[in-house]
């Protein structure tokens, strides 16, 4: 049975302007499980005066900052009740593996609790201004500000963006991805039952093409944070430009994987493959180019090899799945090009390649986890980003070798580095050109933590203080505390005696 998903806007559930809805469907097995609202330009415009008027009247905003991280702190704790549901929904949205969406959804409350916490510990500052004056700078919420989120980590990313937005006082339009709308429409509801006024939160699913570009376009924004990939990141970087809007963008990557040979080698290609096949490799920090001492090159990539090929893959339902399909049958289209290409480019592929065969993939988007060698510079693959489950091997010679490598690409949101030898990590890791960097570690995250990338990686960040701050502006108040008279404009005669 199809369920009917409807738009959020000042508390109400409504059906788009037009009536007209998109389907969502079940990567693992073909189905529609949900037919959901495609929100209007009219709908966006709607959104964003709910917001505003939620805004101006004070509702959220003046709250003080103590009530609000009580509010969020209600929230988190009713997340928390429900991850288990929520993460059955995720997977069904999504195709990514239970034991997965579980794990990931059980840090989540942790965003909340943390933002609320920076609101309540936000100080005012006071600049020296002089001995007859006191400065105050203030830092306000911003207004409204809209949240483009992508499919790949549904909740997460929405919590990521929301929790900071929230806690500095500002109303939310949120445009979730249309192959995962349906969370961030219950999140929302979760939000007002613990406490965050109608209107404040507001969420409009719909494409990318129309819901996503007319919100992009609105001049009634504060802010724009938007998550998925460059080129659609440049677009709505210069639609908000028209209206000097600012952007945050979390966008592409392509995240090597540093292997040197003082590692263990079991250890390494475990972390390896953590990196390369967590949500089918659909992360922006997958780790998608694994570069090796040319030292340890062959027994690694044998080990690794043996892993790869050990992955189950199967219903995301399932507990014992490692790995389920892709979101879409789009994606593993452009999946399989990439590696049709790299082939026909002279790479080798070591393991998989190809869309599994048996009765228990028919109706879904699977295809098998990749590991490909023989790729350099001159091959497609070098440089694209796949956003699947697919990575490729190749050596490096010495430490400037793996840095140079790993530098060569357009993109810089993450990186990890593989040693034992700690003054090797620290000069790996300070010399490449990436936002995140993991030693012996990866796909770490922490509310903390900041989190955002160098070169055509993205704008901004998110987490952190530097999250809170881009959700506020700085107000300066400058008190003239002197008790003498001050008349500029005077006369000569009359300044004399002033």
Known sequence: MTEKILLHINGQDVPSSDGAVFSVKNPATGEEPYAVSHATPDDVDAAIQSGQRAFEDGRWRDVPARERARVLNRAA???????????????????????????????????????????????????????????VVRRVPIGVIGLITPWNHPLLITMKKLSAALAAGNSVVIKPSELGPVVPVLLAKLLEEAGVPAGVVNVIPGLGRTTGKALSEH????????????????????????????????????????????????????????????????????????????????DFVEALTKRVSALRLGDPLDLQTQMGPMVSEAQREKTADAVNRARAQGATVLSGGRAPEGQQYERGWFYEPTLVADVGPLQDLWYEEVFGPVTLVVPFDNEADAIQQANDSPFGLAASVWTQEIGRAIRVSKALQCGIVWINDHHRIDPASPWGGFKDSGLGSENGLDAYNACTKKQSLIINTSDSHFDWFASVEDLRYS
């Open 219 to 298: 001049p009634g924004l504060a802010k724009l944070d938007f998550t998925g990939g460059t080129e659609t990141g440049r677009v709505i970087a210069a639609n908000a430009g028209h209206s000097l809007i600012p952007v945050t963008a979390e966008l592409g990557g392509k995240a090597p994987v540093l292997v040197f040979e003082d590692v263990d080698i079991n250890r390494a290609a475990a972390g390896a493959l953590f990196a390369a096949f967590i949500a089918t490799g659909q992360t922006c920090v997958q780790g998608a180019r694994i570069l090796v001492d040319r030292r340890i090159y062959g």
């Open 77 to 135: 704790a009713l997340l928390t009740e429900r991850i288990d549901e929520l993460a059955r929904l995720e997977t069904v949205q999504i195709g990514r593996t239970l034991r997965e969406m579980r794990a990931q959804l059980r840090r989540l409350p942790e965003w909340l609790e943390y933002f609320g916490a920076v609101a309540q510990t936000a100080e005012d500052t006071g600049p020296n201004f002089g001995a007859e004056h006191l400065n």
